[in-house]
Nanobody, 124 residues
Framework: QVQLVESGGGSVQAGGSLRLSCAVSGYTYSRLCIAWFRQAPGNEREGVAYISTISGATYYADSVKGRFTISQDNAKNMVYLQMNSLKPEDTAMYYC?????????????????WGQGTQVTVSS
């Protein structure tokens, strides 16, 4: 059974940084596309960053490009989202998701496995 566990959320002032972590277990890590999605109340779910565990290729939403960095530690089966220059509009619940698909800026419906989420709050 695939399991994803997020951690690292919290509250920060605008301009600050946070690093989210996603612990991945229960399947063949090296064949996955792993993504970070976010959803704020009243908003649609948005994919913000994606990484192919086999190639290391990364993909970003335009809204976070240049500010967020997705990375992986294959030895630890961990994926990270480093978030810099945070803005109040980055406030949302952030979810780690994965599936055995060709990686890219995919919709949430393309991902079969989800974590429980971690809250990020950015104050102005």
């Amino acid at each position: 059974q695939v399991q994803l566990v997020e951690s690292g959320g919290g509250s920060v002032q605008a301009g600050g940084s946070l690093r989210l972590s996603c612990a991945v277990s229960g399947y063949t890590y090296s064949r996955l596309c792993i993504a970070w999605f976010r959803q704020a109340p009243g908003n649609e779910r948005e994919g913000v960053a994606y990484i192919s565990t086999i190639s290391g290729a990364t993909y970003y939403a335009d809204s976070v490009k240049g500010r967020f960095t997705i990375s992986q530690d294959n030895a630890k089966n961990m994926v990270y989202l480093q978030m810099n220059s945070l803005k109040p509009e980055d406030t949302a619940m952030y979810y780690c998701a994965s599936n055995y698909v060709v990686c890219g800026r995919r919709r949430g419906s393309d991902f079969a496995y989800w974590g429980q989420g971690t809250q990020v709050t950015v104050s102005s």
